[in-house]
């Protein structure tokens, strides 16, 4: 009784304290030119201000539209405090403190057209590259909530080295000694020849392996909650690595086809779907002892919405297509290894139940376990529909971002 307490306990408490998809990593976009001029842009998300921004919701167009201006001047000010805890920024060796102008858009400076269109906050600086530096790199300030994406351009060509950092790392050095230096070509223009190697692709590479794998453990637990009600209906090796490999091909079809931007689904038709499945395969558990393969089907199904959540952490961040293969290829390697974790650890902390599986194992594990997943399941369905409807707790969202 003791283990199911435990359970229990870690399952259901995390149900009234966030969602399993965490808000999307800052990106951090510097654009340099041959001239010596530069840009550099971050993005902030609105909800990144706010004391719960995993439970907070998008500000949209319609709903800032409805905001006074000293109101939208107060989001000004505290994203450049945000920003001031948030990263760093160096021309090497010195430290620089940018002249952040603040600009409304929707992700990607796009304009903000429909009235859905979620709301960025936009800082944007524009500077010339000092003589004699070493190089550009930021750092994600120790102690930040959120990661930071360091991406850059050079005279309009995306570099493929991305970096993700966590609080506390620091991104590597951009060499921009090229700068102001090269000879005009031919046509007039001048050129930097940056070419990224192949040390460039496989650290990017692996940032998005990392990537992958914390969204899945410890920041998605509805996907670690599916994983293991895949892992409890039998610990047999062949039904498992069968439902395991069905799941990755369904949610690697619709990562693919959403960060690519074939498909788009809105995250309140998604997020809810997956909080559903995780409660039917739970409920599946409770009532149907032995595995067939109808298990499949059902996997498949709710793979592919899977995929389209972890979608979200790729197609907001708009990469560049120099490094979308990689980062595409990286980040679903990194949920497969996250979901290799989940089961080993699933299967570790059951070990203890060796017998009749229909009696001991069932008993003290599966259906207490299940129950305890499928009540939090089908809480995050409801929360998550009914957060989505009512206007007027937008309202009072954005009313809670702009007084704090």
Request: hydrophobic share 50%; net charge negative; proline share 5%.
């Amino acid at each position: 009784m003791r283990f199911l307490a435990v359970i229990v306990s870690v399952l259901l408490l995390p149900a009234f304290q966030a969602l399993a998809h965490p808000l999307p990593d800052i990106p951090v976009r510097s654009f340099f030119h041959s001239d010596g001029t530069a840009v550099v842009r971050v993005e902030v998300d609105p909800r990144a201000l706010t004391e719960d921004p995993l439970n907070a919701q998008y500000i949209t167009k319609s709903e800032f539209d409805k905001m006074k201006p000293a109101e939208k001047e107060a989001l000004k000010t505290k994203t450049e405090a945000y920003i001031e805890k948030t990263v760093e920024f160096y021309f090497k060796p010195l430290k620089i403190s940018p002249e952040f102008e603040y600009l409304f858009t929707s992700h990607n400076t796009n304009a903000l057209e429909k009235p859905v269109d979620p709301v960025m906050i936009q800082a944007e600086w524009k500077t010339t590259v000092p003589e004699g530096i070493e190089g550009y790199q930021i750092k994600a300030i120790d102690g930040g909530e959120l990661a930071v994406e360091f991406l850059n351009f050079i005279d309009g060509e995306a570099m493929e080295r991305i970096n993700v950092l966590f609080p506390g790392e620091t991104s590597f050095l951009l060499d921009l000694s090229d700068l102001k230096t090269m000879v005009p070509s031919p046509t007039g223009v001048k050129k930097v020849g940056f070419k990224a190697t192949t040390g460039d692709r496989w650290a990017t590479l692996g940032e998005f392996i990392r990537q992958g794998f914390l969204h899945v453990v410890p920041m998605g637990l509805d996907h670690i909650l599916f994983v293991v009600g895949l892992f409890l209906l039998s610990r047999e090796f062949k039904p498992l690595l069968l439902q395991v490999s069905v799941f990755t091909l369904s949610h690697t079809i619709t990562l693919g086809l959403a960060t690519l931007g074939l498909v788009s689904v809105s995250g309140a038709v998604v997020e809810p779907i997956i909080a559903a499945s995780i409660a039917y395969v739970a409920i599946e558990n409770i009532f149907r002892r032995k595995y067939t393969h109808w298990r499949l089907l059902v996997v498949f199904i709710f793979g592919l919405i899977h995929g389209l959540g972890f979608a979200g952490a790729l197609s907001e961040l708009d990469l560049p297509p120099a490094s979308l293969v990689i980062g595409l290829l990286g980040f679903n390697v990194g949920v497969e290894f996250g979901q290799l974790a989940v089961i080993a650890i699933a299967f570790v902390a059951t070990l203890w139940a060796k017998g009749d599986e229909d009696v001991k194992y069932r008993k003290w594990v599966v259906v207490p376990v299940s129950t305890a997943i499928a009540i939090l399941g089908i809480y995050w369905a409801v929360e998550r529909v009914v957060s989505k409807e009512p206007a007027e707790d937008m309202e009072v969202e954005v009313s809670r971002v702009v007084v704090e």
